[in-house]
């Protein structure tokens, strides 16, 4: 008895001179876990690359809005999205729904929304112009809404979708980006630490060739089909009378509407959508560039925007107050006068408007030239010294 | 919620004042918004919306501190102001042609696509560098490709848009006007046009505007006006005004799709349920001029309004959306209005324009302005901006009234530079009453260089609208007075003379043809290669590898005959 009491006792005090390191050990633990997390943003680049007033062309469309729509939904917010579409299929004149873009036949889900940011769109969408997205190379006039402002704690997400061929794909019809440049792109980013992990997904034909050539590191890639095979579209809709999705980025979507922001879903049930039986073409992936292992990657690292908080109940002093702004002073002693709207069409003052005053050029090398000749005829053929009669 | 707040803290601050509190100052800018709804005569209906932010502060003035306070008017907007030293600043995107035959004058007229016209401050020395940032930023703010707008589609007017504010030195300078007639209009430029408003599209007015049933209608414009106004009666101090105007006309009559009938919840798929509680005035005005006996309007109102709006003096049903008995019980308003008889005022100023000619080398441009005034003429100026690659030859312009030559008191022109700026052509013109005048001018088409070719060259390039202002007469006095209580449809434009109002007349956009290359790529790849290799490569090959020998032609047959016999016998052959 007398011994069961001293042993409790006892652990009770180990217990209580212990729990302090415990507990701080448990806290640094959990900094380190929050500092040395993989990535702390997470952004997305979305293309569609149909061609401009191809109205069939309305699945490609469909099938970037239909990322669009998961990846908000999951959390990432517009300011980091950077949203491609070649053609305008909402508002577009044979639309027989306008402002509407729908994925499912019989107009079941509208991916276009009522609150969608397109950031190029028609000719914008450009093979330069996205790779100055991507590399971060743009005019210093570009504003931040079509910037890709990534840093090296970023998780992005590239999705592409369009028409390709072997080791190429279209850009409107008239321009192509091959499978090395893209690679390039990527090498250039991760030089410019622009990105912690990158997922490239692409649905076009013979998708798998464009990461064929991918050498930089923490690239994961899929595809919808393999070399060698057409990617097909899925359900027409009768009353829009165009296809309205491709079939990888159908089922994709499908696998995506079941993901919520705390989801565990990870990469491996992602590789294993739609395949061949659903899909015909055969999708594939490439994760040897990736350095975690797939199954340990949550959908949600790259499609949603899951943001690690720290709460804190200490108060923070703001550095100076915020001033009224200065009244105007003295407005009622002095005399002011009156401010007058113009004229919209003063018919005088413009019949008497004088020619404008034009910004002096120099001459051009076309008059100097016929200035210097007649000058050379005249001295020529009277000389130097008969001047002094002239002047 | 918010006006309560609002109301506290002003309570607080007189309550404070004596204890030197440090609270807000009262707060300088006010909110309003409207909603103007007119039946046109051909069966469609014609929604205004208006949204003015006033706010008593200067942007441009150096002694004071950078503002950075923003309540009621955007942050975004306001940087780009103070960024760029505006004075003023339109912008509007239009989806549609607005039809003056058929449904009269808009309140605020806009061409088709977008259209974008800035004055800048005095003190601003580059003024094109300022404009070509300013085109990208708001490329930004309002998800449109503004930044194609460059050199090659910006004029400086020397006559029109005049500022619509407050000022009195008009440099032209300091003017730049461009417009993309190409340019879409969609869902993506509503989203952030709705989020400048105060209350977002969440109270007010702005809940009716969902873009599915906005966008499925015969025209919409949805527009930002920026410019200093009178703050008061006196006139001694600048105030900035923002003004956020959408117009739409639903054809839902037109297109076979109901009766002459109509009301908030069929047009908008919405009702009303509440003013935005930071407005100061929010109202809803029902047009009833025409034939106010055949209206049948439901909830019934007896608040009336006149208003004299461009010459004509019309009469509206108000319902004051501040005032809780609108509601109703259901807490919801929808209006409801079903007419029988059609009424039509004639416009009095018209505009059309087309392209006449054949094939792809010469054209000719006709713009038509219609006059329809019994016996008043009057001057109007006409704009033209044409783009570089319709070479115009000014020696064919024309200018007709009555089959008779009328000759511009004022002409304009600025000749287009290749690749570096458009032609302009402005010229004051006086109409003949009621009678028809045709400017038209000739023009060749020229060759653009392969790599200027857009990915669809097969559609055509685009001409964009002209211009067309005139001060018409006015049957009816129009009131110089500026006053607060004025509705926002009728305050737009500033009345300087009662005889006459100010508009402006947009004509139709032009779709050329230029002459287009065939860019099929197996043709130019097989032909150049094919080319390149037999001219090339064959004849290089030939001077290496010929060489010549002497050939003696073949010997007749009988000596043939005798040289095989003379082999077979071992004997030296002929020659």
């Known amino acids: 008895m007398g011994y069961y009491s001293l042993l409790t006792t006892c652990a009770f005090i180990h217990l209580l001179v212990f729990m302090p390191y415990a507990y701080s050990n448990y806290l640094e633990n959990k900094a380190g876990q929050f500092f040395s997390s993989g990535h702390t943003n997470n952004w997305a680049v979305l293309v569609s690359l149909n061609k401009l007033g191809f109205w069939f062309n309305y699945r490609h469309v469909a099938n970037t809005l239909s990322v669009y729509r998961s990846v908000k939904r999951l959390g990432i917010p517009d300011s980091h999205i950077v949203l491609m579409l070649a053609d305008d299929m909402a508002c577009n004149y044979r639309n027989p729904k306008p402002a509407t873009v729908f994925s499912h036949k019989n107009m079941e889900l509208n991916v276009y929304g009522d609150d969608v940011e397109v950031d190029y769109r028609g000719y914008e969408v450009t093979v330069e112009n996205f790779l100055r997205v991507l590399t971060g190379r743009l005019p210093p006039s570009t504003p931040r809404s079509k910037r890709l402002l990534s840093d090296d704690r970023s998780n992005i997400l590239i999705y592409l979708t369009g028409h390709g061929g072997n080791g190429f794909l279209k850009f409107q019809d008239s321009e192509e980006i091959s499978n090395m440049e893209l690679a390039d792109a990527f090498e250039q980013m991760w030089q410019k630490r622009r990105y912690n992990e990158l997922l490239f997904i692409i649905d076009t034909c013979q998708g798998a060739s464009m990461y064929e050539r991918f050498y930089s590191p923490n690239l994961m890639a899929l595809a919808s089909s393999q070399v060698g ?5 899925h359900q027409p809709d009768l009353a829009i009378g165009v296809h309205l999705m491709d079939k990888y980025t159908f089922y994709l979507l499908e696998f995506l509407e079941e993901v919520h922001p705390a989801s565990q879903a990870n990469m491996n049930d992602l590789f294993k959508v739609c395949p061949q039986s659903q899909c015909v073409s055969t999708p594939g992936h490439r994760t040897d560039l990736f350095q975690r292992n797939p199954g340990s990657v949550l959908i949600t690292d790259f499609f949603g925007s899951v943001r690690k908080v720290e709460i804190t109940k200490d108060t923070i002093n703001l550095t100076s107050s915020v001033k009224p702004p200065i009244q105007r002073s003295g407005s009622s002693d002095m005399t002011i006068e ?6 919209q069409l003063p018919v005088a003052e413009i019949i008497h408007q004088k020619p404008k005053q034009k910004d002096w050029h120099p001459p051009d ?14 001295f020529q053929t009277y000389g130097i010294k008969h001047l002094k009669h002239i002047f | 919620k918010f006006s309560q707040i609002s109301r506290s803290y002003d309570i607080v601050c007189l309550l404070g004042r004596s204890y030197r ?11 309003q918004e409207e909603l103007v709804i007119r039946p046109l005569h051909s069966g469609d209906i014609y929604a205004s919306f208006q949204f003015r932010t006033l706010w008593d502060t200067d942007f441009l003035q150096e002694r004071q501190k950078k503002v950075s306070h923003y309540r009621l008017f955007p942050k ?13 600043l339109h912008i509007s995107f239009t989806q549609g042609f607005w039809r003056t035959m058929q449904w009269g004058q808009p309140f605020i007229p806009s061409p088709p696509g977008a259209e974008l016209w800035v004055w800048f401050h005095h003190t601003v020395s580059d003024v094109d560098g300022n404009w070509k940032e300013l085109t990208n930023v ?25 500022p619509l504010g407050l000022g009195n030195a008009t440099d032209h300078r300091f003017l730049r006007y461009a417009t993309l007639p190409r340019e879409i209009v969609c869902t993506e430029n509503l989203t952030p046009w709705k989020k400048l408003l105060p209350c977002g599209s969440k109270a007010g007015l702005a809940v009716l505007m969902k873009s599915e049933k906005l966008f499925h209608s015969s025209f919409h414009s949805q527009a930002v006006h920026i410019r200093p106004i009178c703050q008061d009666e006196q006139c001694t101090s600048k105030a900035w005004e923002l003004r956020q105007t959408l117009n739409v006309v639903f054809d839902h009559y037109t297109s076979g799709q109901g009766k002459k009938e109509w009301s908030l919840f069929k047009m908008f798929s919405r009702t009303l349920t509440e003013a935005c509680p930071l407005a100061s005035s929010s109202k ?19 608040l009336l309004s006149r208003a004299v709006v461009l010459g004509d003096r019309r009469t509206y049903s108000v319902y004051d959306l501040t005032r809780a008995e609108t509601f109703g019980q259901l807490r919801s308003f929808n209006l409801l209005l079903r007419w029988k008889g059609d009424n039509m005022l004639r416009p009095l100023l018209h505009a059309e324009r087309y392209v006449a000619g054949f094939g792809l080398q010469t054209g000719e441009i006709h713009t038509v302005i219609y006059n329809n005034h019994p016996y008043r003429a009057f001057p109007v100026l006409l704009m033209d901006s044409v783009p570089w690659y319709l070479q115009l030859y000014v020696h064919t312009l024309t200018v007709t009234s009555k089959s008779r030559d ?35 001018v000739q023009f060749e088409r020229a060759l653009l260089k392969w790599t200027e070719y857009t990915p669809d060259p097969n559609h055509g390039f685009y001409v964009g609208s002209s211009v067309v202002s005139a001060l018409v007469p006015s049957m009816v006095a129009m009131s110089t007075n500026f006053t607060q209580d004025q509705p926002l449809f009728s305050s737009f434009v500033p009345v300087k003379e009662e005889s006459s109002y100010f508009v402006r007349v947009y004509t139709e956009p032009l779709l050329v043809n230029l002459p287009t290359p065939d860019f099929s790529m197996p043709y130019n790849v097989i032909c150049l290669t094919c080319t390149v290799v037999a001219v090339g490569y064959g004849s290089f090959y030939n001077l290496l590898t010929r060489t010549f020998q002497v050939d003696e032609p073949s010997p007749p047959l009988a000596k043939r005959l005798a040289n095989f016999i003379r082999r077979i016998r071992g004997v030296p052959l002929l020659a």
């Open chain 2, 138 to 162: 708001l490329s930004g703010i309002f998800c449109a490709s503004l930044n194609f707008i460059d050199m090659t589609n910006t004029v400086q007017p020397s006559a029109s848009f005049k």
């Open chain 2, 406 to 440: 009328n000759k511009p008191s004022y002409i304009h022109y600025q000749p287009a530079k290749d690749r570096h700026r458009p032609h302009l052509l402005e010229m004051l013109i006086q109409l003949p009453p009621h009678s028809m005048t045709e400017v038209t």
């Open chain 1, 365 to 378: 090398g076309f008059i100097l030239g016929l200035w210097t000749l007649i000058l050379l005829v005249f």
């Open chain 2, 284 to 302: 809803v005005y029902v047009d009833i001029t025409d034939n106010p006996e055949l209206f049948e309007l439901s909830p019934a109102t007896h």
């Open chain 1, 338 to 343: 009156s401010l007058t709207y113009v004229d």
């Open chain 2, 76 to 88: 975004s907007l306001g940087q780009v102001l103070s960024k760029f030293s505006v004075r003023e």
């Open chain 2, 21 to 31: 509190c440090k609270c807000r100052p009262p707060a300088r800018d006010q909110f």
């Open chain 1, 229 to 233: 095979e057409d990617s097909l579209s």
